[in-house]
């Protein structure tokens, strides 16, 4: 993994505005219109500890684009978060809603602190003060919080019921990612694997006539890599190999990752599954001669250092940013890979939280097989979206599916700001 700084995530989120707004032949204001929040909330979160001392915390809440609708993205409690990365994700979560079809802007919310030195009760009042520090800025119609790195269902009751104390407004709507009982949806779970799924099953579809029997591999078996490979597996492709942080597992013939996922909890890691031909390395697995990666797990994993090596016909990224820019146009243009980038394949999770958000405001009318249908069918609309867009609208021999992602959503962001007066 290469640590990239909070500046470097920043200028590197800008770099890709500048090129979607070059493609589609904007101007410079446009540019600048959209490279700067439209608003960044700084607060001090004053936090009595166990010691009985009281210990400042800071944490930002980034709110970069309304055009579309209310701002939209979640909080994460991470000891190296700044304003500059908090910045940086909330651009990219503009592009990601627009992406998706959504009717919200891009927001991101950020507290510096490692959340596991804490205790229960630490946590909790971390977690009421940032929504006391924020609450006249977000709400139903306004900004809508969701989990993120080291966040949780439990946290997003808490930051609700603080809302609710502070306003008097017990609305369920005000933030995504909470408790079944407090109006979440157990489909939240599988959500951003099952949608990276279909958005790789679309594809195949595009390039083979369909997923069945074809090879996968999934670097990194949390939550997102279980998924993706549980549902490629029922849709009727052969997942040959996964890995988790300790090393990977190979078997030709195919693995079950419902079995496998057994073993990795009882025994804490892939590797001791017993029906694998062959252990491998994380770096193995990643150059496997199969027809679908699935990179889950972490960012740069695939570099001008390996890139030369990859085999895979398609990469459909899981993980935030695992492809870096530089292998990216190396494996799009010159070996003609087909990346389905990242602000698409794992767009499940938001696309949910949207499903969740119209349910509480419907008090709680729908199903969660109603929600996997609406989420299915989202993911495959969005996916022949960016396809057609990528074919009809740019050049596949000079563009990446990446361009194509990031042009069409802000492409959606601009004709809304210029519908608005705002450009």
Do not use: C
Request: aromatic letters at 8%.
């Amino acid at each position: 993994m290469v640590e990239v700084s909070s500046r470097e995530l920043l200028l590197e989120q800008e770099k890709i505005l500048k090129r979607a707004v070059d493609l589609l032949g904007y101007d410079e204001n446009v540019y600048e219109a959209l490279r700067y929040p439209e608003r960044v909330i700084q607060v001090k979160i004053p936090v009595r500890m166990r010691d009985g001392k009281v210990k400042v915390f800071i944490g930002w809440r980034s709110e970069h684009n309304s055009a579309l609708g209310p701002y939209k993205g979640g909080i994460r409690f991470h000891p190296a978060t700044t304003m500059e990365e908090v910045i940086a994700l909330s651009m990219m979560m503009t592009w990601k809603n627009a992406l998706a079809g959504l009717p919200y802007g891009g927001g991101k919310g950020g507290v510096r602190v490692d959340p596991h030195a804490l205790t229960p009760y630490e946590l909790e009042q971390l977690s009421r003060g940032f929504i006391r520090g924020i609450y006249k800025y977000i709400g139903v119609d306004k900004d809508i919080p969701a989990p993120d790195v080291y966040t949780n269902p439990q946290i997003m009751a808490w930051m609700m019921d603080e809302y609710y104390r502070i306003t008097g407004e017990n609305q369920f709507g005000m933030i995504t990612g909470k408790p079944k009982i407090l109006g979440g949806m157990e489909t939240r779970i599988i959500a951003t694997g099952f949608g990276t799924a279909v958005s790789a099953r679309e594809v195949a579809k595009l390039l083979w006539g369909g997923i069945e029997g074809k090879t996968v591999a999934v670097q990194g078996y949390g939550n997102a890599g279980y998924y993706a490979a549980k549902f490629l597996h029922e849709m009727g492709a052969i997942v040959v190999a996964v890995s988790d942080s300790r090393g990977g597992i190979y078997n030709s013939k195919g693995l079950d990752p419902d079995e496998v996922k057994k073993v990795k909890s009882e025994k804490g890691s892939v590797i001791y599954y017993e029906k694998a031909e062959k252990k491998i390395t994380n770096e193995q697995l990643l150059e496997l001669d199969v027809d679908v990666l699935v990179p889950a797990a972490i960012e740069n994993v695939i570099t001008k250092e390996n890139m030369e090596r990859i085999k895979a016909k398609v990469i459909a990224e899981a993980a935030n940013g695992p492809v870096t820019a530089e292998a990216d146009v190396y494996l799009s243009l010159q070996k003609k890979v087909i990346i389905i980038p990242d602000i698409l394949a794992n767009a499940g999770g938001v696309i949910m939280s949207h499903i969740e958000w119209m349910n509480n405001r419907m008090g709680g009318f729908i199903t969660e097989e109603q929600a996997r249908t609406m989420l299915e069918n989202k993911m495959v609309q969005n996916t022949h979206a960016v396809w057609e867009f990528w074919h009809k609208e740019l050049d596949p021999a000079k563009h990446t599916m990446r361009d194509a992602a990031y042009a069409l959503a802000v492409k959606r962001v601009v004709e809304a700001m210029k519908l608005r007066g705002l450009l």
